[in-house]
């Protein structure tokens, strides 16, 4: 899922294969620029705002995308086969003689002038990944609705630029709230914590292939006694409980909770619960994290 750390590197990979070399080939495939032609024009920049994308070029514009759920953007050697979808999900084509950048189901994607940037991406927050980064401007910004759900706060891309659905879940179990507990409502240090866990933890995965938020290795307690079988990827036998008191396991898995429903907790081993937060899959171990829940869903074990 596209967040701050992976559209950087997509804005890396597009500023390499496209940055200081003429454009021999430009297709839009969007009705409104359908007919715009970049052609003989050189790509000056990619740079990465939050999560939107901005390609620019020598005469004064800018092709500006955004992946949302799961765009993409592909770079092929010449002659090499295209495998990032079918071909009516090509949004975007801008090749020069050496790479060819493909975009795929860009839900946005427009051209605009590079002076007005700002229409597309002045309403951002600070960047957690850019130059622009403010974790005071950050926090007044989101102290600013205390009684907004602290999932939806950190999602908001106007209080700060970079966050998407993982992050929002893997920082509120390092802060042991759930994503439903109001902004006021966190404990005193908290949310400065959590901020500046968020910076941490992008800026440690801006290079990273495969998304972590996870210590590398984390040692658990062996039981006092009695065997216990391996819980770190087996879940439950039907009507048992997890034991409170997990056998000594290395954790490998590199996500806490994101994608982990009904999986035993890497820290305590109740089974992590899911539900929906503004139409997005949310999860949270009831056990680690403290705050409100959904109605109708249990936040207790």
Sequence with gaps: MPEGDTVLQTAARLHTALAGRELT???LRVPRFATADLTGRTVLDVIARGKHLLTRVEGGLTLHSHLRMDGAWRVYAPGE????GPGHQIRAILGNTEHTAVGYRLPVLELLRTDE?????????PDLL???WDVDLALERLLAAPERPIGEALLDQRNLAGIGNVYKCELCFLARVT??????DLPEGVLPRLVTAAERLLYANRDRPTRTTTIAAELRTPPAR???PDLTTAPPAPGRALPRTLPSVRVREPLYVYGRGRRPCLRCGTPIRRADQDDRPTYWCPACQSGPTPPGVSGAT
């Design 81 to 84: 086969r295209w495998r990032g």
């Design 179 to 184: 994503p439903w507990l109001p902004v006021g």
């Design 117 to 125: 940037e700002s229409r597309a991406v002045g309403h951002l927050g």
């Design 226 to 228: 009695g065997p216990q």
């Design 130 to 132: 850019g130059p622009d």
């Design 25 to 27: 080939r430009s297709d």
